[in-house]
């Protein structure tokens, strides 16, 4: 099964997510991350829970190049 992640900075995430659900009534394979909304700058640990599964994970980030697309990077 197909995992899609979403991450971004702040919330921008969550509200994609959001809007693909309403969209396309898809809730449980999207997950999201929101980068540095919560006073810390570690968020290696949340990654790894989203990435730790034997499903294909497909992550769409805020900006190429970016920190959060950096952190997902490692994991490839």
């Known amino acids: ?3 899609l992640v979403i991450a971004s900075h702040s919330t ?16 449980n ?7 540095y909304v919560e006073g810390t700058d570690d968020i290696d640990e949340k990654i790894r829970e989203l990435l730790d599964t034997t499903d294909e994970v497909i992550v769409l980030t805020d900006m190429a190049g970016g920190s959060v697309n950096q952190k997902f990077f490692t994991y490839i």
């Open 12 to 27: 921008l995430a969550a509200g994609f997510k959001e809007t693909l659900g309403f969209l396309t009534g898809i809730q």
């Open 1 to 3: 099964m197909r995992k």
């Open 29 to 35: 394979p999207i997950s999201s991350l929101c980068a």
